[in-house]
């Protein structure tokens, strides 16, 4: 579960979407601090810019006034009880004073940036204030920390403090420059003592650049620092377990008896819950809750309670076993084309068994009048015998007499607002046994209805699941809630399924505003993430003119107007940025257009970016090439040879890393590039092109694993894929393009194409998305004319939700719809086209298919 996600489905009900905008809705700004509300003073500008509310002082000539684009930057943090008086502080103080600041607006996204799972890179940010020069930051410090004393907040992680208030300092950029990073990617940057633009890191600790000299000033800020240690306790720390904005989970050794211990670290003001609970507010809660509970053997045992330097800790005896949802990819019968009957029923008695020492348990901690308030499949600890079960993590429990709602939970065991006290258990129960079998429960947090059709689905594939067993934790999730027939439309019943998804889509557009046209992952959030392929605008007109649909002419607008030009730091690739932008307006019709931001890439340093397809030379060479092909300009063919080239020399080097620790697949791996060098050998018949393919494909290989019964998946060493785009199905695609341009490929990659398709045709995937779900393996299975393309189809059906009456699907983490391409209704639509619809062009950028005749012609 990526944590990540979860601020973003607070502000609206069926799309992820920024935290500033409210449910009600998507145009109405959220609540602001009065000092946001001020009006801007004479000689400054005032921009939203993110979360932030920037003022800037104007010069002379009435532009931004200049100064550093680097330097010594101040933060403040502040809690929700102190936030405004901090912010009114200081703007009186950095008006007068010409010193350039920002500040969070409003109290809602304060919140949100110190909730539990927010990034810890920005934890704890209220202002940032750009000084001058050293001499300006010592004297604000002085002056503005004079200000702010007694003024608390939570301890910002990437800084160092000034004294004990809220005022912190960390050296990085001031102006939005970027370079691309060691990955490929663009990131924010600074220069280094050479002058060399390199990434501004910002890990969730201090550091000052190698270049940089600590001011004296600060020096005793930094050993005040480095004297809170570990090292006086009766614990011995061995791994981290777990990270959040409130704190660490940590396993170790008690150095007095050798037992093993869970140490949970809690921030002050940090880690907040929907309530407003810090993290140490619930890490208290925990203590008590764990010790009414004590002795029933279904909880740990609380050790110890101590406070390091501002820190709250909790120990707590270790729970042999492993959670619950570790299960899933070693028992769950699915995960297979073919399950076994037999292995079936089994799995069926024993997550029957299970759920039923949960509820025990549940009981059992209910008799001791404690509601768990946090019940999933993460905080339920199986035993080594793996039948018993404990319960963990009970920092959302309350006493059963408060009767209250639930305020930190599971998306997919969230109970509705009409839950409270042990209803708040009993729903995730429901959802329990629901999830025990098809792990998608996070479904009902757009539709609770949508618990009936699992239900369904769950008993044809599992027949001896008890109906009472279903219907009973049906009526429990969908209580107070009717019980409606879907109006959608199945997958398979194209054309209607087509024009049901395209009408959705185009329900769901917001052109009046600027960030995004279309709903999608929250990935569109981030720089010139609307715009893209895969998460953007360009995505879902790509896929709208693939299979056939009218032309969105307002949309086309949208995103000619939102290129001129692009928003800086846009990135340059094909999938994440501009290079995919012009590849879709030129296929418009928008020529001009692509051409100037094909321009505009190649007056940055494109040569340095990344190999893959996503974002880096894979991509952007294909779409250098045909727009070559298309415009006849030999500039974008030598460019695209350049592009060739780069990736050849890359494929010479040797391999720096193991394989388990590359990344593989179309989008990042090395299958992307050798999709291009194919490409490229199409149109010039050189031999090394293809030789180079060949390298770059086995690369990819060396990071898939067979699992039983054939299938073969990228393996990360933690978990293996089957996906289209970091998964196997993707390298699947390439490596058919190879196989078609060899006489003589050999059995090895004969095996893997087999392995591969065998691995596109298990009975269950998690998420229904083109890139990370089965619609890529749908793309796949249509492309190879695999007979088990039907079943695939179907199973789609099971994501399948309804938006204004429409058929429309969940996105990435599935708490909310998406229409995008990457991981949305658009991505579905796209590969239904091409696996229904012979008469359509539905098919992934540069992945024709199969059998066309090659383009090559002699090599220049």
Known sequence: MDKRYEVYALADRHFYETPDRLSAGVTEAAPQYGTARREVPGGWDASRIGDWLALTPLGPDGALAPGPAQGWKIHASATRANAERIAAIVWDYCVPRRIAFKFVPGPHLLHLRNTKYAGRDTSGKFVTIYPADEEQLHTVLRELGKLLEGCEGPYILTDLRWYDGPLYVRYGAFARTFVVDERGSLVPAVRDGAGKLIPDRRAPSFQVPEWVTLPAFLEPHLAARNTTTVGDLPYRI??????????????????????????????????LAADGADAISRLEREKYALEQVAGTGVVPEVRDWFTLGDHRFLVMDFLEGRPLNSFFAERHPLLTPDPDPKAVADYTAWAVRIHGAVERAVAAVHARGIVFNDLHVFN????????????????AAAPVSENGRQVVAHPGFFAPPDRTGIDVDRYALACLRLALFLPVTTLFVVDRGKAAHLAEVISRQFPDVPREFLDEAVAEITRETPVRAPSYVEPGDWPF?????????????????????????????????GLGLAHGAAGVLYALDAIGADRYEEGERWLLART???????????????????????????????LDLVASILAERWQNLSSDLHGGLAGLGLALGDLARTTGEPELRDRAAEAADILVRRLAEPVPDTPRRRRAGLLRGASGAALFLLRQYERTGEQRLLAAAEVALRRDLECCATREGGAMEVDEGWRTLPYLGDGSAGIGMVLDDYLAQVDDPGEEFVHARDGILTAATCRFYVQPGLFQGRAGLILHLARTGDARLAEQIAGLGWFAMDYQGQLAFPGHQMMRLSMDLGTGTAGCLLALGAALDSGTHARLPFLPPLGRPPQHGPAN
């Open 380 to 395: 339920i600890m199986v035993g080594p015998d793996e039948e018993s079960v404990s319960l963990l993590d009970f920092e």
């Open 238 to 271: 061995e791994k981290a377990l777990h990270f959040s904005n409130g704190g660490g989970v940590y396993s170790g050794t008690d150095t007095r008896d050798g037992s093993k211990v869970v140490l949970k670290e809690g921030r002050p003001h940090a880690g």
């Open 564 to 594: 001129a030009p692009p928003p800086r730091g846009t990135p340059l690739g094909l999938y994440d940025g501009l290079a995919g932008v012009a590849h879709v307006l030129e296929r418009l019709g928008h020529r001009q257009r692509a």
């Open 497 to 529: 399924s087509r024009d049901s998804m395209v009408k959705a889509i185009l329900a769901s557009a917001t052109p009046e505003r600027e960030d995004r046209l279309f709903p999608g992952d929250i990935a569109q959030f981030s720089d010139g993430g």
